[in-house]
């Protein structure tokens, strides 16, 4: 006999309805604790497009940490391969990278039909006026520049998150 397939998002609906029904009655209820529950089993995935190795693992590491899936390109090339997979909910991308320069990608993923709504942060050494002009008029969300604070880089990214939810 096949087993079937467990539904988190009904058992996760479950769970806020019966925590909003104890706020209502007085019972106190941890919040904290159902957010961490629910990043556990509905984790949001961040794209990071960076060619640096160690700035790559960084990041990976930052934001698993915090309950995210991360996925990792290392320029345009290997993104074919990764949103063939998954749909990234969040993109963090460097401007200088190799044979594309993040600039350009960003373009491309700011007029693609289903990429474009996905908030977009650069996160980048560059830092010229002209580059962060460049990139909001293309729609970032935002431009971080290296080197970051992370505290910063996860508020902004939470922000993102719960805006584009």
Request: hydrophobic share 40%.
């Amino acid at each position: 006999m096949a087993k079937k397939k467990i539904n988190a998002k009904d058992f996760i609906d479950k769970i806020e309805k019966l925590a909003r029904t104890r706020m209502a009655s007085g019972e106190v209820v941890e919040l904290n604790n159902f957010r961490d529950l629910k990043k556990k089993t509905d984790p949001k995935t961040i794209l990071v497009i960076e060619d640096d190795e160690t700035m790559r693992s960084a990041m990976k590491r930052i934001f698993e940490i915090d309950g995210f899936i991360v996925k990792m390109a290392a320029d345009g090339t290997e993104l074919s391969a990764i949103l063939d997979d998954t749909t990234p909910d969040l993109i963090l991308l460097d401007v200088g990278l190799p044979w594309i320069n993040g600039l350009e990608l960003g373009q491309m993923l700011k007029e693609h039909k289903e990429l474009k709504k996905i908030p977009l942060v650069f996160v980048s050494g560059k830092s010229s006026d002209e580059d962060v002009k460049q990139a909001f008029q293309i729609g970032a969300d935002d431009y971080i520049k290296k080197p970051f604070d992370i505290d910063k880089l996860k508020k902004t990214v939470a922000t993102l998150l719960k805006i584009s939810e």
